[in-house]
């Protein structure tokens, strides 16, 4: 029996507002995901018990054993609809690891809706949803891509209206930054303040429906990011890089590393590459456009 390969996007957040540290520890937030094209992708074959294999820069990062979330989330479906978990999961990376876009999620999305495809398990769209909330936060948002709003922990979604196509760069890190590491900090440099709950900005929302560039960048925010440079500044110098280089907006994706920066079209976005490659203040540079659609299985 063949497998079945599933392509997954990576996410940048334009809006990450921050409510309090919660007594489950985790924090409520107002999470505007935005799915860009840069892409795992996830096969799922029979074989005699569960197994994992990567391939792709940093592979030597990513755990081969049952805390990949992509064989958590083989093994949660498995249970769930009285299935053998005896699957190869094989994943090839294009997500930064550790980067703050999602690639440890949009891997468990994708292995979910393989194994359902593969098993035949027939679990529905409501309920793969409910699935993916349970594997992480950012999980349920893989699986739907293009714009949405996440509240609770992030994993409850609206969809979101987005009126056309935004020019990204993203810029990697040298390393990775750890998100329960970052939510911690995040903690420490808020601890004895007021912090309000988290509302979605309305003029973000009108930004992305009417596809408006620098509306959007004038509107994006993320809470995390003085935590990520507390831990990590050098990645100041790489914002500063892009928005010298006429970015229209430059910020930390998520917990960070990955730094994301806006620019108005390709030919800005390519512009700005040059500039942060020439910078030497990341790793790689790549340009990529969104929305992206979310996991779906390929031919
Ligand atoms: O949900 P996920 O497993 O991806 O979360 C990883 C960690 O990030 C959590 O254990 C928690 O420390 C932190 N987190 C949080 N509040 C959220 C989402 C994640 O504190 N809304």
């Known amino acids: 029996m063949g497998g079945v390969r599933v392509r997954v996007p990576a996410k940048v957040n334009l809006q990450l507002s921050v409510g309090a540290a919660r007594p489950d520890g985790f924090h409520d937030l107002a999470n505007v995901f935005l799915a860009v094209g840069l892409y795992d992708e996830v096969t799922v074959t029979p074989a005699d018990e569960l197994r994992i294999t990567c391939e792709g820069p940093d592979t030597d990062q990513v755990p081969l054993n049952h805390t990949n979330l992509a064989a958590r989330a083989a093994l949660a479906l498995a249970e769930r ?8 999961i094989h994943i090839a990376k294009d997500i930064p690891v550790a980067g703050g876009m999602a690639g440890g999620s949009a891997d468990g999305a994708a292995a979910l809706l393989a194994c359902n495809t593969l098993w035949n398990a027939g679990a529905s769209r409501v309920e793969l949803l409910g699935l993916c909330a349970e594997l992480g936060s950012d999980v349920p948002f893989s699986l739907v891509g293009g714009a949405a709003l996440g509240t609770g922990r992030g994993e409850r979604l609206t969809a979101l209206e987005i009126g056309g196509t935004f020019h990204w760069v993203l810029a990697t890190a040298v390393r990775g930054l750890s998100t329960p590491a970052v939510f911690r900090e995040f903690d420490r440099l808020t601890a004895g303040r007021d912090i309000p709950e988290p509302v979605v900005s309305r003029t ?9 560039p620098d509306a959007l960048a004038a509107a994006v ?3 995390l990011q003085p935590a990520a440079l507390s831990l990590f500044p050098e990645l100041a110098h790489t914002l500063e890089a892009g928005r010298a280089a006429g970015a229209l907006t430059a910020l930390i994706s998520g917990s960070g590393p990955t730094a994301a920066f806006l620019t108005r079209d390709l030919k800005g976005a390519l512009t700005v590459a040059e500039a942060l490659r020439a910078s030497k203040t990341c790793r790689t540079v790549r340009t990529t456009t969104a929305p992206a659609p979310g996991a779906q299985a390929m031919a």
């Open 81 to 88: 609809y009285g299935r053998e978990p005896a699957v190869h």
């Open 204 to 212: 973000l929302l009108d930004a992305l429906a009417k596809a408006d």
């Open 221 to 223: 925010s993320n809470d």
